[in-house]
């Protein structure tokens, strides 16, 4: 079992930069798979990032690549999403999420795979 929970959202400007923080509970950290995904309003879940749980390989949505860095810290059971260059259109809701998988470098990218969730945090960037 692995507890989620999303930190770091807030009301920032285009232009701006912010670092989500997802801190996880449970034994069973080190050997989950990670991503970030985030959801605007009256749109579906849309996938932003995710890491394996080696740490070795990431991925990226095409929308935000350039712009956004995943990392994890194994000792902190924490994942972080930097988001560079902030956009309008970066506004949602933002979500951790989990796996445990035990496939040390492999990513998931769609909704489906992942078992565990954190409850969001808002972002808004004003322009």
């Known amino acids: 079992q692995v507890q989620l929970v999303e930190s770091g959202g807030g009301l920032l400007q285009a232009g701006g930069s912010l670092t989500l923080s997802c801190a996880a509970s449970?034994?069973?950290?080190?050997?989950?798979?990670m991503a970030w995904f985030r959801q605007a309003p009256g749109k579906e879940r849309e996938f932003v990032a995710a890491?394996?749980?080696?740490?070795?390989?990431?991925n990226y949505a095409d929308s935000v690549k350039g712009r956004v860095t995943i990392s994890k810290d194994n000792a902190k059971n924490t994942v972080y999403l930097r988001i560079d260059s902030l956009k309008p259109e970066d506004t949602a809701v933002y979500y951790c999420?989990?796996?445990?998988?035990?496939?040390?470098?492999?990513?998931?990218?769609?909704?489906?795979?992942?078992?565990?969730w954190g409850q969001g945090t808002q972002v808004t960037v004003s322009s």
């Open positions: 999420a989990a796996r445990l998988t035990s496939l040390s470098d492999v990513y998931f990218v769609t909704v489906g795979p992942y078992d565990y």
């Open positions: 449970g034994r069973n950290f080190n050997r989950c798979a």
């Open positions: 890491i394996s749980w080696s740490g070795g390989n990431r």
